[in-house]
């Protein structure tokens, strides 16, 4: 029988504490590219996303104590992954910037699997409105959205990550979904 995947992140960061210091390798290998795309949907930036999960691996090895097996990994770096996100946001709030992301400076594509180029402007007009929506919501509701829609976190671990209750969570999605309704009405069948 197979190790359940928490099990092997707790051993592992048990491994790290210990002074296995090749078990952080793991941990990145396995987190990495979904810390990134949860950090990307929270700050809206690819490359602001490597950065924060980046610190997030760091901050996961200088406290690498601290974790109590007790707890869920997934949950633990998540709480430190969203405080860095909020820390950011903060920062960035005192001091704006304008970042030319990659993705804004790609080339056309030769080759589309799009029935017509109106076509994929109009997904991609719809995706892009999605987003700009989703970054608009209160801080409290985005993240709540995120990690329950794009993370699949249950509303138990997301009530963990964010240190609230459930029913706290609960209603978070719903005034979240809800915003989002309305601010992508114009978008939704008639």
């Excluded at 998540?78 to 909020?86: H, P, S, V």
């Excluded at 009530?159 to 992508?184: F, G, H, I, N, S």
Aim: proline share 4%.
């Amino acid at each position: 029988m197979t190790a359940h995947p928490d099990d092997e992140d707790k051993d592992l960061m048990l491994a790290l504490a210990s002074g296995n210091d090749t078990a952080l390798n793991l941990l990145m290998r396995r987190w990495s590219p979904r810390l990134i795309a949860f950090l990307e949907r929270l700050c809206g930036s690819h490359a602001t996303a490597g950065d924060l999960a980046q610190e997030t691996f760091v901050r996961v090895y200088k406290h690498r104590h601290r974790f109590r097996s007790s707890q869920k990994f997934s949950t633990w770096l998540f709480a430190i992954a969203t405080n860095l996100a909020r820390n950011h946001a903060r920062w960035q709030r005192r001091h704006p910037v304008t970042l030319m992301e990659p993705g804004d400076l790609r080339e056309l594509q030769l080759e589309s699997d799009a029935a017509s180029p109106d076509a994929r402007l109009e997904l991609d007009e719809r995706a892009g409105a999605v987003r700009s929506a989703i970054l608009s919501l209160p801080a409290e509701q985005k993240e709540t959205l995120i990690l329950s829609t794009y993370e699949g976190l249950s509303h138990a671990d997301i009530a963990d990550v964010m240190d609230t209750t459930p029913k706290v969570v609960e209603m978070r999605l719903y005034r979240a979904r809800k915003a989002l309704a309305d601010m992508l009405a114009s978008w939704l069948p008639k």
